[in-house]
Nanobody, 125 residues
Framework: VQLQASGGGLVPAGGSLSLSCAASGRTFSTYAMAWFRQAPGKERRFVAAITLTGGAAYYADSEKGRFSISRDNAKNTVSLLMNHLTPEDTAVYYC???????????????????WGQGTLVTVSS
């Protein structure tokens, strides 16, 4: 599967932004999906993940209550709605996928086989 992330940009602190990740292929529903982010000079880390049907979602503690991950299997997309953004949310955001035969929705970046190119989110203070 090929992933294309979009929706990044410049947003003031306290604002909201929605990211989208479009997947190629006709088997999107067989992939667990996730978002990770990488701030300048830091390791790429987990943000949110969602199961095959969207029935369950998982978040990093710092994103709980602010971010919401969702997916539309008919449109082959996964989205990340980000609210109450702070400058600490500034990072390149990556979508990732793992086929159900190889894994499930987890918080470990090593578990994901496919990655999008990333989209930059900058939150100004």
């Amino acid at each position: 599967v090929q992933l294309q992330a979009s929706g990044g940009g410049l947003v003031p602190a306290g604002g909201s932004l929605s990211l989208s990740c479009a997947a190629s292929g006709r088997t999107f529903s067989t992939y667990a999906m996730a978002w990770f982010r990488q701030a300048p000079g830091k390791e790429r880390r987990f943000v949110a993940a969602i199961t095959l049907t969207g029935g369950a979602a998982y978040y990093a503690d710092s994103e709980k209550g602010r971010f919401s991950i969702s997916r539309d299997n008919a449109k082959n997309t996964v989205s990340l709605l980000m609210n109450h953004l702070t400058p600490e949310d500034t990072a390149v955001y990556y979508c990732a996928a793992v086929d159900k035969s190889r894994g499930r929705a987890t918080m470990a970046k090593a578990d994901y086989d496919y990655w999008g190119q990333g989209t930059l989110v900058t939150v100004s203070s």
